[in-house]
Every structure is written in structure tokens, then in C-alpha cells.
């Protein structure tokens, strides 16, 4: 192999002579430690590489030694529950092999080489496969099965398939290609992380991605295989929203790419998620989670990387034909670290310093989301829904990143820090947000949820834009001057508000709402509306109206558990019409 | 054999290129001898191929390119670590200041130390009481939490800091607890506030002070926090003594790297700033924290001056980003004569809710909370309105909550910087507070407890 010998030192970038033979982008050992990194730039037989761990200590004269091969990650069983840095090292495995700190120059495989896993084959012998056939399975955590695939570019007949205990580098299946020759099939694969893996074709999204979250689910819904943005100033609850969708996205894989954020997050979840169970399928929560974690302290090039191993072992388990959500917390980490690589190599800065293809790079990655028939002769549907954090400085939307990434999301959470001062979580603004899903996915909300759910949830963003609208009204002249019809309107867009989209993450029942339990309550304040309208007109008193017992049920209807719905949904409905009927008929009493 | 280079052949700002030099490697320390003895550090910034940029710690005057000499030592910036630290005061490069003999060195530990593993962490989880209600009963404070305080000039930030350093305990755990102050580019003045209180206490015996002084090299600012965490992580995770870590002031350290920044005419990001501020930043902030299976802990309190109260201004924003939460202080409520004068409205503490509850305060604690919260937030609203419309516009309810606010501004927040109040007497004083709204507005809380405490 080729030998070359650093020339130059800035930072995590490291300039290389005598590298001619080396490819673009391949990956390349540095000095005696053998730090990763990856080749950027090729000018003669230099080559420019952005190194992934510190490079303190490294000076002219170090050899570098290319691997010939781009940066890659090994795809196969034991991905699940594990968390990795940002070139796919196991970092538990790191604590046992250096301790709590993380030093230079390990060597961990990504997948346990030691492991077996028990291959159940699915083919058998004389069957002709392809890249994207399934030859076996392995059950991998109780709610995972991982199917093993043909991997790309292999198309021939079983010669022999083995049933039993492997580990990831042991032959489970040889296939006879067209050339005569053996290829031997082991359950991992290796996939360059730049390069989506293939599928056979792309489908529009047509099914929500249900998140338990009432504002998300009902008001802006992202479809299995969208894209969303959340962007929002510090303090504005991005990681929680991040979090609560890992937990509750009804997805089978969820990939968390903690990306240049807080170590204590990380820890959050790999504490919090094995002690949390599924609603759907009461298992651990972490039993079907991947988390990438190359936290701020972390070096800054292996930070840049970590959204595409993050992706591409999302796109590996759609391929299986599984439901994927990805969350990446923050886009906006990612771009810098772009940033700052793009000024080490001294390229001619676009905006604010970001490099001039930050929103083709951004559109590349979110590009890679989307529901799709896998390779392979079964046409397995699968899709991968991606939602990227975004953190504008200040706060100000109007910054490079946040509109790179608004070109192309569909759905959009706007974080406020106005709601979040006065505690309103998840503060997503109502009036700012969009989903553009909304009309696609209205016919599977008729179908599973409610024939008129999607009235109902016009009818709730028109009572919010009516309420902005009074308010302006109520700030110059005050509340005495609108009738009571308004006011009527602006205590149910208060309940609206604080009973409905208020949702309390750490509360054991409130953190996940059903979509039966989500329509049951929009469908109580809508009624309250209906009826105390009608009420009005018949002369009931407006006070009285609105300060009804049966309304502090309604704001506590997202304490009652799930099981006992249906149940307090009807005792409620009868009581609040029993309620307002009696009013009405008193104050006709009244007036006798 | 350390070789000596006599080839300095530029000297532009707080950066010297030195050429013909041979195994330098990065970030490598390197010693200048001026022709009058004197001795400098630098650090190596950039090497490429024969000719080094380095970074000098201290002023440029008196470097004369023909006369000067310049070695490089063959490691990076080092702190001499030990246990007979505590109750010393040291430059802002670590050298000894208060005339004492130098460190016996137990250990040299490279000033930048190491990422911490995620999987290596403890989640912070245990309830600090620093005795200021504003911080214990709304933005609680746990043992590893990183919390600023987003000051600005002329504000007492000082004063809150000390406060904290002084009372800060946790129930139940005393003993092993050290505090490492670093002084980064302030007056002498505030940084004797510091140790005088400190010794006032007797708390200077378990005190490890760093001074960069306002007249001292502003380069050398950039690796004063970095000692001072370096001893702190020595205290911490070798000694497992349980740390807590003032550094003030953030700003003019970010200051440093600007200039440091310009000289090397990087790219700038916002408003000049290096686009690696955040970087920079977080291998600071992340620091702090616990580790599984290990006593110890760090707690840092970075103190910051927001230029012109801005909190969007870069240096705020990009540690709002990193740290879990923040303390701010507000202008307005200062001039109202609160003592802290907290605005606990934009305030946080991200990690309080694994801090707080049945077992480690009370388990009133998270409901009243966002009581107080949701009705401060109400009350202050009120207010406004009050100024637009006149007191005739509110309802009585609006009413009620308006005179909480005030109420809650004098007595919760505004306690002075003597006070020491335990977390029992923060939530009473809560409790009383909010007995002046009508039972029936008290929805965040649960009946139960209502019931028990409210009386």
C-alpha cells in the first residue's frame, strides 16, 4: 500500500505528500497511533485530509497510509441497543477498552466479532437471488428481526445455505454467480456512508408517522418517509420534541444521531430508554434503537460524518422493509462543522462563512428519507422518515442553515421561546408551523381515525387564527368590548391551547396520546364550542357558560389512561350536554 | 537534545512564524528567550512543512527576530497537578502567584484533557441547594450540571456567584468539596471580591484560584479556563472530591480567540467570532459532569456579560446552546431593586426535573413550580396590560395575578445576598405566595398536595 508523509497540520486537517495512488475520499490511517481520516482534496500527489480524532502531536514527516477504501459502515446483527461515535466505534466497547475519556487511535470493531447469532435461512438451495433477496433472518432483539440481504451487485444460485450459531464474518449462504465462480455470503455488509444505498423505486408517502404528540399528530402530521425541520432558539424544547418522537414514533427502527449536542443527553437516553416500554409492542423502547453520539467536545470532522453513519444504517433496515425514523439533533452542528473544514482548506466562504454547497449537501442528506420498494425480487415497502433539529443562532430563522433546510422539508415545527417562557410545551407554534403532508394524508385520517377528523382539525386552526385575530382587538380595547359570541370563541381557543396542545412529556400519562384518545378530546372542546354557541344564542349567560364544572374535566381529560377512554369520553359528552341544556333552560325560566 | 531555533521570522500580533524547524508537531508548547533572559510560552498552530505559526501566551514586546531564540518542548500545554493545590492562587498559565513555593508535581496533565465518553457519564441527578429560592425552587441546580449566568455589565453577577460558592451544599453528603475559581480578564477589584469572601468563609483552604487579570496578556486568557478545568478534573475524578467551578468572565476569553481568530485572518463568523466558537466553547462546558462507577463530580457556573444585553449576541447564544440552561439577570428588575435581580421567566435549568420530587426535595416541588411559573408569567401580563388600558380593563382574577407578580418579585426572588434559605422554606414561601390567587387557578397542581400544603 501507498505511503505518504504529512506536510502540513491545521487543526483536524492534515495535508499529505506522496498520496498519488490514493482514491478521493478514501479513508487513511495517520501516524503511528493510526488516526482516522478521510481524504477532502487531491492536488498532485497531495492530498488533504480531515482527521477524525485530535491531532495534537502530529508534525511534518508522519506517515499516512491510505485503506484504499471510501468510509464505510458494517451493516449486519448487533446494531441494535448499541451507541456509536461518529465512524460507527461502539463507545460502551471504548469504555471497557480505555476507560471514561476518550483517547486516540482505538480500534473497535463496529459489530462484535465474537458474538454469534443464530441464522435461520428463509432460501434454500437452487434458488437463483439477487441484491435485495432475503436469504435468512436473525432475531436480533426480541422485537427486531434482522433480514439478511444479498448484498449489492451479487446475482447468481444458492450452492449451499447453513442453518446455525455465526458470527458476522462466517459464511452462512455460497452463491454460484453467472461466471461460475463461489461467492461466500456472511450475515454483515459493509456500505460507503456517502452513497445512499439503492432501491428499486420511490413512492410518494401516503401514511402518517403517528407520534403520540397532539400538536404533531393532529395539527402538523409528518407522513412515514417525510421530512420535518425543528428548528427553535436555545431553551425552546428541540431535544425534548426529538426525544418524545424517538420514544413514541410508531416506527420499528428509530436512529438517533446526537449530533455535536450535550453529552448528558446522550446519557439521558441510553438511562432513560431501556426503563420505558413501547406502547405498541411492551418492550423496552431501546430494544429497537441505534444512537449515534459524537457530542460537541468530540472532534468536529468525525461530527460531520455522523449524520451519514447515522443515515446510512437507516437506510439498511428500510431496505429490510421496516418503518425507519431518523432524528438528527443538530443539523445546525453539522453545518459547522462543514464550516469549519470549508475554511481550514481555505475555500471562498458563501454566507456567513458556510461553505457555498451547504444546501446541496443538506438537500443530499434529507434527500435520502422517502418510502421506497427495496431491491430484490419481493418488493418490500419499506420507508425512512427523517426530522433534523435545527439551531439558529439567536434564535433568527433567517440564518443560512434554517433556510437551506426549509427549502426542502415538508413539514415544519416552529419552536418559539414566547411559549416556552411561559412554560407551553411542546412550544410549537401553531400560527408558523406547516405540514405540507396534511391534504395527502387526509383520506388515511377519514379511514382509521374519524370521518370528520380533518374538519375538526380545520376547524381548530381557524379558531387559533381567529383568536390571534381578536386578541389584537383585546390588547387595544380590552375583552368587555367584544360580544360574547367572540369571547365564547377565545375561551375555547384557551382550551384549545392549554387542554389540547399543552402536553406535558414527563407526565406518565399525557407524554403519549392514542389517536382515538386525541380525537376524543378535540371532539369534546369542539362540542363545548358547538353547543355553548348555540347556547348563547338562546340568551344562557356567558359567565355561567364559561366557567362550568365540566370544563375543568375536559382540561383534565389527558390524565385519564388510554384504557378508560371511550368510557369517560361518553360520561363527559352527556354531562357537558345535561350542563349547558340546563342552562339554557334556566336562564328561559329567568326571563319568565 | 532540545534544539533551539534562532529563525523567528515574523511577529504580527499574538502570532510568530518561526521557519526551518524540524519535528514540531501540533499543538506542541514551545519556550521563547528574549536577549534579556526572560523566558515566553507559545503553542505550535499550524506546522507546515519547515515553518511553524505559533500562538504567543503572553505580549509580543521585546522579541527581537535576530536575537531571540525559541525551543519547543515535545508535549503540549501542561498543568502540574497535586493535591497541595487547594488554597493556592496561580497565574492565568498556572504558575504559582501568591509567592508560595512551586508544585510539587504528583502529575503534568495536558491543559486540553479528553472528550468524555457518553457512555461513560452519570446523569447529573443530585439536588444542590444553593439557598437562593430563584435558583433552588425554579432553575434547580444539580451536582454535574453546567449552569451560566448571563450577566451584563454593571449587573452583580459577582455577588449571586459568591453567594452560590458560599452556600452551595448537598443534604445529607458534606466533606470532600473543593471550588476552583478562574478569573479570566477581570479588575483586581472583582477578583479580591472573590477571594476575600472566600477566606471570609474559610472557604479558601478548598479553593484553587487561577488570575487573569484584566492587565495581564489577553492571549494567555485563552488557556486560563483550561487550567483551571484541568485542575478541577484532577480534584474530581483522581482525588473524588466534588467540585464546583466559577469561571468569569466567558466573554472576554471569547474575546481572546477573536483576536487570536483575526491575526490568522481565519474566515469570521458572526459578528467576527471564529466559525469554531461553539467548538471552542463545548470542549470547555463539557467538562463538567459525573462519571458512572466514580466519585467526583464537576459542577460549573460560567458567568458571561452579555454585550449590550443581548442575548442573541453570539457568545450568550452559542453557550445557551451547549450549557443545560441558564441563570439570567435582568436590567429592569436590578433598577426595581431585586437582590438577585433573577429574571426567572427566560431562566432554566434543563436537568432540574431529574433533580427534584419526593426523595431528593419534596414532592410538591415540580407542581408548585410550574404553578409559580405559569402564574409569574400571567401576573407580568397583566401588568402590561395594566399600563396600556388602566387597572379598570383586568378582570378581578387578572387583578390578583397582578399583584402576585409584584409580590412574588419582592419576597421569592428579591432576598439578598445573605440569606440562606433551605429548599423546605423556598416552597413555602411559594405555597404563601400563591394562596393569594383563588384555589380554583392553582390547575398545574395536584389536588392532593394542594390539600397537605396549602392550609
Known amino acids: 500500500m501507498s505511503q505518504g508523509k504529512v506536510l502540513k497540520v491545521s487543526g483536524p486537517l492534515v495535508v499529505a505528500t506522496g498520496m498519488e495512488e490514493a482514491n478521493m475520499f478514501d479513508v487513511v490511517h495517520v501516524g503511528e497511533q493510526g488516526l482516522i481520516g478521510e481524504i477532502i482534496e487531491m492536488r498532485g500527489d497531495r492530498a488533504s485530509i480531515q482527521v477524525y480524532e485530535e491531532t495534537a502531536g502530529i508534525g511534518p514527516g508522519v ?8 468510509l464505510s459502515v458494517e451493516l449486519g446483527p448487533g446494531l441494535i441497543e448499541t451507541m456509536y461515535d461518529g465512524i460507527q466505534r461502539p463507545l460502551e466497547e471504548m469504555v471497557k477498552q480505555v476507560g471514561a475519556n476518550i483517547t486516540r487511535g482505538i480500534k473497535v470493531p463496529a459489530l462484535s466479532r465474537e458474538k454469534k447469532w443464530t441464522f435461520v435461512p428463509t432460501a434454500q438451495v437452487g434458488d437463483e437471488v439477487e441484491a435485495g433477496d432475503i436469504i435468512g433472518t436473525v432475531q436480533e432483539t426480541v422485537i427486531v428481526q434482522q433480514r439478511i440481504m444479498v448484498p449489492y451487485g451479487v446475482k447468481g444460485v444458492i450452492e449451499s445455505i447453513e442453518e446455525g450459531d455465526f458470527t458476522v ?9 453467472a461466471d461460475g465462480s463461489i461467492r461466500d455470503l456472511t450475515m454483515m455488509q459493509k456500505w460507503p456512508v456517502r452513497r445512499g444505498r439503492p432501491y428499486k423505486e ?22 412515514k418517509g417525510g421530512v420535518a425541520a425543528v428548528p427553535g432558539p436555545f431553551g425552546s424544547g428541540k431535544t425534548v420534541v426529538q426525544h418524545q418522537l424517538a420514544k413514541w414514533a410508531d416506527a420499528d427502527i428509530v436512529v438517533y444521531i ?3 449536542e450535550r453529552g448528558n443527553e446522550m446519557t439521558d437516553v441510553l438511562m432513560e430508554f431501556p426503563e420505558l416500554n413501547d406502547p405498541r409492542t411492551g418492550e423496552s423502547l431501546m430494544k429497537r434503537t441505534v444512537l449515534i453520539a459524537n457530542t460537541s467536545d468530540m472532534p468536529v470532522a468525525a461530527r460531520e460524518a455522523s449524520i451519514y453513519t447515522g443515515i446510512t444504517i437507516a437506510e439498511y433496515f428500510r431496505d429490510m422493509g421496516y418503518s425507519v425514523a431518523l432524528m438528527a439533533d443538530s443539523t445546525s452542528r453539522w453545518a459547522e462543522a462543514l464550516r469549519e473544514m470549508s475554511g481550514r482548506l481555505e475555500e471562498m466562504p458563501g454566507e456567513e462563512g458556510y461553505p457555498a454547497y451547504l444546501a446541496s449537501r443538506l438537500a443530499q442528506f434529507y434527500e435520502r428519507a422517502g418510502r421506497t420498494i427495496s431491491l430484490g425480487k419481493e418488493g418490500r415497502l419499506g420507508a425512512l422518515s427523517a426530522i433534523g433539529a435545527v439551531s439558529p443562532p439567536g434564535g433568527d430563522i433567517s440564518e443560512p442553515v434554517s433556510q437551506a433546510t426549509l427549502r426542502i422539508v415538508k413539514v415544519f415545527w416552529c419552536l418559539d421561546s414566547q411559549l416556552a417562557y411561559k412554560r407551553h410545551f411542546p412550544a410549537i407554534n401553531w400560527l408558523q408551523s406547516y405540514s405540507l403532508y396534511v391534504d395527502r394524508l387526509e383520506k388515511w385520517y377519514e379511514d382509521n ?19 390571534a385575530e381578536l386578541n389584537e382587538i383585546v390588547q387595544l380595547v380590552g375583552v368587555d368590548s367584544l360580544s360574547f359570541e367572540d369571547r365564547l370563541k377565545l375561551e375555547v381557543a384557551k382550551s384549545i391551547r392549554e387542554d389540547y396542545l399543552h402536553q406535558n412529556a414527563f407526565h406518565d400519562v399525557d407524554t403519549f396520546t392514542s389517536m382515538n384518545k386525541q380525537y376524543k378530546l378535540l371532539k369534546l372542546i369542539l362540542s363545548f364550542y358547538e353547543l355553548g354557541k348555540d347556547a348563547i344564542k338562546k340568551g344562557a349567560n356567558f359567565g355561567k357558560l364559561s366557567s362550568l364544572e365540566v370544563r375543568e374535566s375536559i382540561g383534565r381529560f389527558k390524565y385519564i389512561e388510554e384504557e378508560k377512554i371511550d368510557q369517560s369520553f361518553e360520561a363527559l359528552m352527556g354531562e357537558m350536554k345535561a350542563a349547558i341544556s340546563d342552562l339554557v333552560s334556566k336562564e328561559a325560566e329567568d326571563d319568565d | 537534545m532540545i534544539k533551539e531555533y534562532k529563525t523567528i521570522s515574523e511577529v504580527v500580533g499574538p502570532l510568530m512564524l518561526v521557519k526551518d524547524v524540524e519535528n514540531v508537531t501540533y499543538d506542541e508548547l514551545g519556550e521563547i528567550m528574549l536577549p534579556t533572559g526572560e523566558k515566553r510560552l507559545c503553542k505550535v498552530l499550524e506546522i507546515n512543512g519547515n515553518n511553524a505559526l505559533v500562538q504567543l501566551f503572553e505580549s509580543a514586546a521585546g522579541i527581537n527576530l535576530k536575537e531571540s531564540t525559541v525551543k519547543f518542548l515535545g508535549h503540549g500545554t501542561q498543568l502540574a497537578v497535586s493535591p497541595d493545590m487547594l488554597g493556592r492562587v496561580f497565574d492565568g498559565m498556572g504558575r504559582p502567584k501568591d509567592g508560595g513555593p512551586e508544585i510539587i508535581a504528583e502529575k503534568m496533565l495536558d491543559i486540553n484533557g479528553l472528550p468524555m465518553n457518553p457512555a461513560a457519564r452519570d446523569y447529573p441527578s443530585e439536588f444542590i441547594q444553593t439557598g437562593v429560592s430563584a435558583i433552588d425552587g425554579l432553575n434547580t441546580l444539580v451536582r454535574g450540571q453546567k449552569l451560566p449566568i448571563f450577566s451584563a455589565s454593571g449587573l452583580p453577577h459577582a455577588d449571586l456567584a459568591a453567594q452560590i460558592a458560599r452556600q452551595a451544599k448537598v443534604r445529607g453528603s458534606e466533606g470532600n468539596f473543593a471550588v476552583v475559581f478562574a478569573a479570566i480578564g477581570i479588575t483586581h477589584e472583582e477578583a479580591e471580591f472573590f477571594a476575600s469572601d472566600f477566606r471570609k468563609t474559610g472557604a479558601i483552604d478548598r479553593t484553587v484560584l487561577f488570575m487573569n487579570l484584566a492587565n495581564d496578556p489577553a492571549v494567555e486568557r485563552i488557556a486560563t479556563p483550561r487550567m483551571a478545568l484541568t485542575a478541577a478534573e484532577y480534584l474530581a475524578f ?33 459578528r467576527g467570532y471564529p466559525g469554531y466558537l461553539y467548538t471552542d466553547l463545548a470542549t470547555m462546558y463539557e467538562r463538567a459532569g459525573k462519571k458512572r462507577n466514580q466519585e467526583g463530580s464537576i459542577t460549573m457556573i460560567p458567568i458571561l456579560t452579555m454585550p449590550e ?11 445557551g446552546y451547549i450549557t443545560e440552561g441558564q441563570i439570567i439577570l435582568s436590567r429592569d428588575l436590578y433598577r426595581k431593586g431585586l437582590k438577585p435581580p433573577v429574571d426567572v421567566l427566560p431562566s432554566l435549568s434543563r436537568l432540574k426535573d431529574k433533580g427534584i420530587g419526593k426523595g431528593k426535595t419534596r414532592e410538591d416541588h415540580a407542581d408548585t413550580m410550574n404553578q409559580l ?48 434559605r433551605t429548599i423546605e422554606q423556598t416552597l413555602d414561601k411559594g405555597w404563601e405566595l400563591l394562596k393569594m390567587l383563588p384555589k380554583s387557578e392553582l390547575k398545574r397542581i395536584r389536588d392532593e398536595y394542594i390539600e397537605k400544603y396549602l392550609g
Open chain 1, 63 to 70: 506517515p499516512v497510509v491510505t485503506t484504499g477504501a471510501p
Open chain 1, 169 to 177: 464474518e462466517e459464511t452462512v449462504c455460497k452463491v454460484r454467480l
Open chain 1, 202 to 223: 420511490k413512492l410518494v408517502p401516503e401514511m402518517p408517522l403517528i407520534t403520540g404528540q397532539r400538536v404533531i399528530d393532529t395539527m402538523f402530521p409528518i407522513a
Open chain 1, 258 to 260: 446526537g449530533c455535536g
Open chain 1, 449 to 467: 381515525v374519524a370521518k370528520d377528523f380533518p374538519v375538526m382539525r380545520l376547524e381548530t386552526i381557524t379558531l387559533l387564527q381567529e383568536e
Open chain 2, 238 to 270: 483522581d482525588l473524588g472530591m466534588h467540585v464546583l467551578v466559577i469561571l468569569t468572565d466567558i466573554t472576554n476569553y471569547a474575546e481572546a480567540l477573536r483576536e487570536v481568530s483575526a491575526a490568522r485572518k481565519e474566515v469570521p463568523g458572526r
Open chain 2, 309 to 319: 444585553d443581548d442575548k442573541t449576541h453570539p457568545i450568550p447564544d452559542l453557550t
Open chain 2, 373 to 420: 411559573f405559569a402564574a409569574y408569567a400571567r401576573g407580568k401580563e397583566c401588568l402590561e396590560l395594566v399600563t396600556i388600558l388602566g387597572e379598570a380593563a383586568l378582570t378581578e382574577v387578572d387583578l390578583m395575578y397582578a399583584k402576585f407578580s409584584q409580590a412574588f418579585e419582592k419576597e421569592y426572588v428579591s432576598q439578598g445576598y445573605d440569606t440562606d
